[in-house]
Nanobody, 121 residues
Framework: QVQLVESGGGLVQAGGSLRLSCAASGRIFSINVMGWYRQAPGKQRELVALITRGSTTNYADSVKGRFTISRDTAKNTVYLQMNSLKPEDTAVYYC???????????????WGQGTQVTVSS
C-alpha cells in the first residue's frame, strides 16, 4: 500500500520556523512532482510550493522568500522549510505527490493525511 506520511507540524510563535517532512512509502516505481498544499478553516485548499523531479520549484506568492521546498529523491521525501512564519500561515498542511506504481502505469496523485501548523501572534 502506497502512502504519504507528513511530520513536523506544531505550534510556533510569529517569526519562528518549522520544517515539515513527507515520506512516500510502498511499492513506488517513480515519483514526478511533489508538493505542499494548505487549508485554513473556512477556506479552500491552496498550493504552497511544488518541486519537480528535476528540482524546479514553484511557490505561492504569499510564501516566496520565506518558505523553501526541497526533496531527497533517494528517500522519496519532500521537505518544506518555513521561516518568518505569520499567523496567516496557520492551516493544515498536506503533502502531495504524483507517483507511478508500475513500469507501464500512469502517474496518479496521492495525498498525505495532513499536519497542523499553528502560528500564534
Amino acid at each position: 500500500q502506497v502512502q504519504l506520511v507528513e511530520s513536523g507540524g506544531g505550534l510556533v510563535q510569529a517569526g519562528g520556523s518549522l520544517r515539515l517532512s513527507c515520506a512516500a512509502s510502498g511499492r513506488i516505481f517513480s515519483i514526478n512532482v511533489m508538493g505542499w498544499y494548505r487549508q485554513a478553516p473556512g477556506k479552500q485548499r491552496e498550493l504552497v510550493a511544488l518541486i519537480t523531479r528535476g528540482s524546479t520549484t514553484n511557490y505561492a506568492d504569499s510564501v516566496k522568500g520565506r518558505f523553501t521546498i526541497s526533496r531527497d529523491t533517494a528517500k522519496n521525501t519532500v521537505y518544506l522549510q518555513m521561516n518568518s512564519l505569520k499567523p496567516e500561515d496557520t492551516a493544515v498542511y498536506y503533502c502531495n505527490a504524483d507517483m507511478r506504481l508500475g513500469y507501464s502505469g500512469s502517474y496518479d496523485t496521492y495525498w498525505g493525511q495532513g499536519t497542523q501548523v499553528t502560528v500564534s501572534s
